[in-house]
């Protein structure tokens, strides 16, 4: 659900509780994975997500942004999401203006708006090059480029990114935190799941999911 008091957190979780189904019938049974997780997110404020493999980092920010329901619990939303999935969600046959252009579209930006948007974001990541490139014809690393540019067209005020730098090199994942650092100034939230623990000078709390409940460091 969305909310829109001007007062604070601007995104909060609560009692968040998530299970699969596992095996096959009459064996089949219900694996927990979130277990009543609660996690908020204030303005300016820029968090990490780390746990181990299977931990559910990923079922809880697709449960954050909407795309993946709860079995149970809350989550209240200010203002506009930006998603940067782990796996990069495209169309093949689409250039990178046009994905622009489409997600512009769909966020109902005006026209100048959003080609300014992509030019900046162009000259942030650099790949502007690649801006009439297929998307079925960029690297890896320039298709992450898109993926996270995509989840930036809107400025959004809360920003989740599943391991948005896989793929980067070293120049461009400077550039990441560049941008993440504008973010924090302009009163924005972001959550980063990530895997380096060098990064967590970078960040004002990291969150670790430990056998489905949340904990802060």
């Known amino acids: 659900m969305s909310g829109g008091s001007d007062a604070g957190p601007l995104l909060t979780a609560t009692g968040v509780v998530k299970s699969y189904r596992r095996g096959v019938w009459p ?12 996690l908020s997110l204030a303005a300016g404020e820029v968090a990490g997500l780390v746990g181990e493999n299977g931990s559910g980092k990923s079922t809880l920010m697709r449960i954050l942004v909407g795309d993946l329901p709860a079995d149970a619990g809350t989550v209240i939303r200010r203002g506009r999401l930006g998603y940067c999935p782990q796996q990069p969600v495209v169309y093949e046959r689409l250039t990178c203006d046009e994905h622009f252009e489409l997600l512009g579209h769909a966020y109902g930006l005006p026209g100048r708006a959003e080609r300014a948007g992509r030019a900046e974001i162009y000259a942030r990541l650099g790949f502007g090059r690649y ?87």
């Open 27 to 38: 064996a089949r049974r219900a694996v927990p994975v979130l277990k009543g997780v609660d």
């Open 131 to 217: 801006a009439t490139t297929r998307a079925d014809r960029l690297s890896g690393g320039t298709l992450a480029k898109l993926n996270l540019g995509l989840a930036l067209l809107a400025d959004p005020e809360v920003l989740l990114l599943d391991e948005p730098y896989a793929g980067f090199d070293f120049d461009t994942y400077l550039k990441f935190w560049e941008l993440v650092a504008d973010r924090r100034r302009a009163g924005r939230s972001v959550l980063i799941i990530s895997h380096f623990v060098s990064d967590a000078e970078r960040f004002d709390r990291i969150v670790h999911l430990r056998d489905g409940q949340a904990t802060e460091a």
